[in-house]
């Protein structure tokens, strides 16, 4: 028994510098970490104690890893072969200096190998999988057997510089700082001038705390046998322990708060996500509170939204472009059709969460994940008002990385049944089957379908030739098939349930417009205006002059639906019912649409832009343009110089705007 106990201690002992290290290091740089992404001295300490819940036990395992691997490899019997009698260490410099080479030939092997396979296979991960590690193999062996005459020839020049002399300069020590900083700098340079511009879209949110960790964590090893180590063992667990006890109550009693934290950056955010379902603490809020207000006697119509991605309204017939499109002109021929819609931003990720939630783009809240918009779980979706409501809902949609059941965004979230399918033609027979069966008396339906074959048109290929740009013209040739298969599914239905269809976009395509190829870089019309056409039971038959923004269907779905329209805070828009159902006429100077550019790993730069009748104001940090949209619609004479009471008045509207955004769009 007291040799167990004795081994056990000894395994204490050994043991203790490392969880006080991991304590320490994870504690200290959380609070730091929280302190950098919030406020407050209690989101700060949350924020630190799920990083000390999440961190710790991973650096404990790092730290006791390196110490088993440092006694199994003995450095310091590994440096004393490598150092001559005389305390010089050319060698030892060498092999340093030649390891390097070969761990930086591996990574260029790597990276070459994949970007080799991705062009040889046509990116087929499964492929690439199976030959990348026998390529990798093979690279390594013949970098290991190189290596060893790098070495050896990078130790004998060294040993050049130190023949004759009596009192060495490249001792041991001076070695490893030496190339411990030639390496460091190497690696440095390699980041900046190689690898940086190509991981700006990767999330590295918590780099910061994980390398001050690391550092803390070497620290405290370092110093241990000068450190007062009761006092800074009790320190570090009192500090952690309370941190992460923390934690734990926050979870229970403050959930709002504790989702607040999940939608900001750095590592206390991400470790939230790891420990705690948000999706089931949304899943806690009372039907009660989503279900949307009746209005007295207005019908429970059902409502179809189609969103096409990359959709430009200018190529197409119904509003006078080059391209036939007959369903698309069918539905514009016996609907409204709206000639300035605005998206809410220009790119995916930031309109489909506002159109989902009915929140403006700046102020909905999340977290990119890859090329998708996260949403905090404390927004309500209009899927889950109609629900809640007495709805059956529908999603067909393209994409896994925007709507999943397994790694939910939160786009998906009212949806009773969800269907995921790359390609349109999936998508619709899917509806089909489902609308087959339905039965006269079934509850009222919301259906929102997303096609992503438009979006796909170039192919990446910035070439805006004439001819290139054709490609985008064929595929609104291939989308409206789509369409009037949609509309001839549609058809089958009862006349007492035909549906109100509304059909739009997510963004433009610049097509070249203002030097852009694509989406995503400006908020001119090129990449913010889309196509909007509504048609159905009761729907005037009209062209509507007004500017309207995509935030405005919302409220509109809701009182199309039989329900009383939210306003701000929990919309952004107007309801465009009076509108669609002809009880009013269109005000062509009281038209207004609000989008925005929101700064994330994928966009460094913030925008934003309004509309107000016929003008419309960008802003980009302190410099504003003002165009007349009625004279200029392709936004090519900024009139902020010439138009001071115009450029005055959009920009206390926009400020206005700005300060509305700052708003909670949260129930509590």
Known sequence: MSSRTGAARRIGRWLAPSCIAALAATATAGLIDGATHTDGALRIAIAAGFAVLVGAPVALILAVLV???????????????????????????????????????????????????????????????????????????????????????????????????????????????????????????????????????????????????????????????????????????????????????????????????????????????VVVDIRRVRAAVPAAALRPTPRAGAPHRDVVLLTIDTFRPDRIAAYGGPVSTPALAGLASRGSVFDLALAPSNVTRRSLPALATGVAATRVRGRVTGWALRLDPRHITVAERLRAGGYDTLGLFCCDGFWSASRPTGLEGGFDDLVIAHDAEALIAALAERLAVRKPDSRPLYVWLHFIELHEWAGGDPDMSAEHRRLYDDALVRMDAHVAKLVA??????????????????????????????????????????????????????????????????????????????????????????????????????????AAMITDRHNPIRRHALVLGRWKLIRTGSRDELYDLASDPREVFDRAAGSPVELARLRAALDEQLRRDRASPFWQ
């Open 489 to 594: 599914a549609l058809a089958t239905l009862p006349p007492a349930r035909a549906p109100i269809v509304m059909v739009t976009g997510d963004h433009s395509e610049a097509l070249g417009d203002h030097g852009q190829p694509f989406h995503s870089t400006d908020l001119y019309n090129a990449q913010v205006r889309v196509p909007l056409i509504v048609s159905g039971p009761g729907v005037a038959v009209r062209r509507v002059d007004e500017a309207v923004s995509l935030l405005d269907l919302a409220p509109t779905t809701l009182e199309l639906a039989g329900f009383e329209p939210l306003g701000h805070p929990h919309f952004d828009g107007r309801s465009l019912a009076d509108l669609l159902l002809g009880a009013r006429v269109p005000d062509p100077s009281g038209g207004r649409a609000y």
């Open 67 to 273: 110490r088993v691997a440092g006694a199994t490899w003995r450095p310091r019997a590994l440096i004393a072969r490598l150092t001559d009698e005389n305390g010089a260490a050319p060698r030892l410099a060498g092999w340093l200096l030649g390891g390097g080479v070969g761990l930086a030939l591996v990574a260029i092997a790597g990276n070459q190998a994949v970007i080799g396979l991705a062009r040889a296979t046509a990116w087929k991960p499964r492929t690439i999988s199976v030959i990348l590690p026998v390529v990798m193999v093979a690279a390594v062996v013949v970098i290991a057997v190189a290596t060893v005459p790098i070495a050896v020839g990078l130790g004998r020049a060294l040993a050049l510089f130190e023949r004759g002399r009596t009192r060495p300069r490249l001792t041991p020590t001076r070695v490893l700082i030496g190339t411990g900083a030639v390496l460091a700098l190497g690696a440095i340079a390699a980041w900046w001038l190689a690898v940086r511009p190509l991981t700006r879209s990767l999330a590295l949110d918590g780099a910061g705390f994980v390398g001050l960790t690391l550092v803390l964590l070497v620290a405290v090893h370092l110093a241990w046998s000068r450190l007062p180590r009761r006092t800074v063992g009790v320190g570090a667990a009192l500090l952690a322990v309370g941190l992460a006890a923390t934690a734990a109550w926050a979870r229970w009693q403050r959930p709002t708060v504790l989702l607040g934290l999940w939608g900001n950056d750095g590592f206390g955010s991400f470790a939230i996500d």
